[in-house]
């Protein structure tokens, strides 16, 4: 039998809060990207008082559209996922936030592997994640519902 590290993302989503409970206060806005992580983003909503900004992204076969959030500059920003695979949406978002000049970004997700990190290091000053598999897997592989 298959062992999942969470049930669903509102589950991964109480895991991150309990995980990070003490950095989330430190953040000016969380932006939280959709649809991805709705679910996981009501365990933050009712743990947190951080203002939360939503990020809709647009995928086609080829590419990701992550359109620009304005009104960042000099802030504090912590990304809300549902996890990271290769980091290409990741690394697209903190490169986003880079281009409105953010104090300081921070992904917190609850799965990224190891590999991709030093990638992801590239636009983000720190990752937080729940689970660190050593290389990059499906997503769906860590939920028992997806």
Do not use: W
């Given at each position: 039998?298959?062992?999942?590290?969470?049930?669903?993302?509102?589950?991964?989503?109480?895991k991150?809060?309990?995980?990070?409970?003490?950095?989330?206060?430190?953040f000016?806005?969380?932006?939280?990207?959709?649809?991805?992580?709705?679910?996981?983003?009501?365990?933050?909503?009712?743990?947190?008082?951080?203002?939360?900004?939503?990020?809709?992204?647009?995928?086609?076969?080829?590419?990701?559209?992550?359109?620009?959030?304005?009104?960042?500059?000099?802030?504090?920003?912590?990304?809300?996922?549902?996890?990271?695979?290769?980091?290409?949406?990741?690394?697209?978002?903190?490169?986003?936030?880079?281009?409105?000049?953010?104090?300081?970004?921070?992904?917190?997700?609850?799965?990224?592997?190891?590999?991709?990190?030093?990638?992801?290091?590239?636009?983000?000053?720190?990752?937080?994640?729940?689970?660190?598999?050593?290389?990059?897997?499906?997503?769906?592989?860590h939920?028992?519902?997806?």
């Amino acid at each position: 039998m298959m062992e999942f590290d969470f049930i669903d993302r509102a589950d991964a989503g109480r895991k991150m809060v309990d995980t990070f409970r003490s950095e989330i206060s430190n953040f000016d806005v969380l932006i939280v990207v959709l649809p991805s992580a709705s679910e996981i983003a009501l365990a933050f909503a009712t743990e947190t008082t951080t203002t939360m900004r939503d990020l809709v992204i647009g995928r086609s076969a080829r590419d990701v559209v992550i359109p620009r959030i304005d009104d960042v500059a000099g802030l504090n920003v912590a990304v809300i996922d549902d996890g990271v695979e290769s980091g290409t949406t990741a690394i697209a978002i903190g490169a986003m936030l880079r281009a409105g000049s953010v104090a300081s970004a921070t992904l917190i997700v609850p799965i990224c592997p190891k590999l991709v990190v030093p990638n992801l290091l590239s636009v983000y000053d720190t990752i937080h994640a729940v689970v660190s598999p050593i290389a990059p897997q499906a997503i769906t592989l860590h939920y028992q519902t997806n």
